[in-house]
């Protein structure tokens, strides 16, 4: 279970292997895949994904989810 998409869990990825995984994420994420499902289907954490987007000039999406204000100040 450790071993998805071809990275062993917790494996240093550096050099070429790291730029292809950059492009390949950046791709993923960019058609509309989330970090966590990005994260779940290689095996890495959420920090890893996102740490490679970053490094990868990948234009992030906010926050997505509910909005945490109380509905009486969103209301103005």
């Known amino acids: ?3 998805r998409a071809g990275l062993p869990k917790g494996a240093r990825v550096t ?16 058609a509309g895949a989330s970090i966590r499902s990005l994260a779940q289907s290689t095996g890495r954490s959420y920090g890893f994904i996102h740490n490679v987007l970053v490094e990868s000039h990948t ?17 103005g």
């Open 1 to 3: 279970m450790g071993e």
């Open 15 to 30: 050099g070429k292997s790291r730029d292809k995984l950059q492009s390949q994420l950046k791709k993923q994420y960019e």
């Open 59 to 75: 234009q992030l999406r906010s926050r997505g989810g509910a909005n945490r204000r109380r509905a009486s100040a969103a209301a």
